[in-house]
């Protein structure tokens, strides 16, 4: 099935740096949903965007809703060794039914100390 | 509050053998997913349920892959006969039917991973 392209990959990073990564879509989306998946767990919502162009905050994260509504940046500061697992950006054609989700490839992070 | 709730969290077993997930959703939730994850990539749609009514199966294979929500809560999903390929986590979600900033998005339990030798 259709995956978002995600990007980068994987990171290796060291704790304190900032982190971003961004997903990628060639359809338009009005729901934009980062989600962290730790090893032997299922997804976890980090936050939600519902309008273009929108930036949210939760804590150490920023995301943002592009203003093409065809991509969505995810930003972490002050990295921390619990930041470790696979973000996952999801994309929603349609906020007014619980449609379907299209999820990103992910991206792996790993924090070194 | 409790989460989605799955079971079994692992199971092996031999190709050709039957296997089934059962998956117990926030209370309240009338949406109901089943999502495949294979190793390295992001969960696919497979099936998703609004109460009992399964609105959306066109990714589901229906040659080996059946599931079902008998009273609208809880839910099975079964795998006859399994193949090699099935191997994955299989991750059940809910959501309220309308998914907004009121009522909130989707909630995922931990998954059932899936091993055939």
């Known amino acids: 099935g259709q995956q978002l392209n995600q990007s980068p990959q994987s990171m290796f990073i060291q704790e304190g740096e900032d982190v971003s990564m961004n997903c990628t879509s060639s359809s338009i989306f009005n729901t934009w949903l980062w989600y962290k998946q730790e090893p032997g767990e299922g997804p976890v919502l980090l936050i939600a965007?519902?309008?273009?162009?929108e930036l949210t905050s939760n804590g150490r994260l920023t995301a943002q809703f592009g203003i093409t509504r065809k991509d969505s940046f995810l930003n972490i500061s002050a990295s921390i060794p619990s930041d470790v697992g696979i973000y996952f950006c999801?994309?929603?054609?349609?906020?007014?039914?619980?449609?379907?989700?299209?999820f990103g490839t992910g991206t792996r992070l790993q924090v070194t100390l | 509050e409790a989460g989605v709730v799955q079971s079994p969290r692992y199971k092996i077993i031999e190709k050709k053998q039957p296997v089934a997930f059962w998956c117990n959703p926030i209370?309240?939730?009338?949406?109901l997913y089943w999502y495949l994850q294979n190793l390295g990539q992001g969960p696919e749609l497979l099936i998703r349920?609004?109460?009992?009514?399964?609105?959306?199966d066109s990714q589901l294979p229906k040659d080996r892959f059946s599931a079902e929500r008998l009273k609208g809560v809880d839910s099975t999903l079964k795998i006859q006969p399994a193949e090699l390929g099935d191997s994955a986590v299989y991750l059940c979600?809910?959501?309220?039917?309308?998914?907004?900033?009121?009522?909130?998005?989707?909630?995922f339990g931990e998954g059932s991973r899936l091993t055939v030798l």
């Open positions: 965007l519902y309008k273009a162009g």
């Open positions: 349920y609004e109460n009992e009514e399964a609105v959306d």
């Open positions: 979600a809910s959501s309220f039917r309308v998914a907004n900033p009121n009522t909130g998005e989707l909630f």
């Open positions: 209370s309240g939730h009338n949406t």
């Open positions: 999801a994309g929603r054609s349609n906020t007014g039914t619980a449609s379907k989700l299209t």
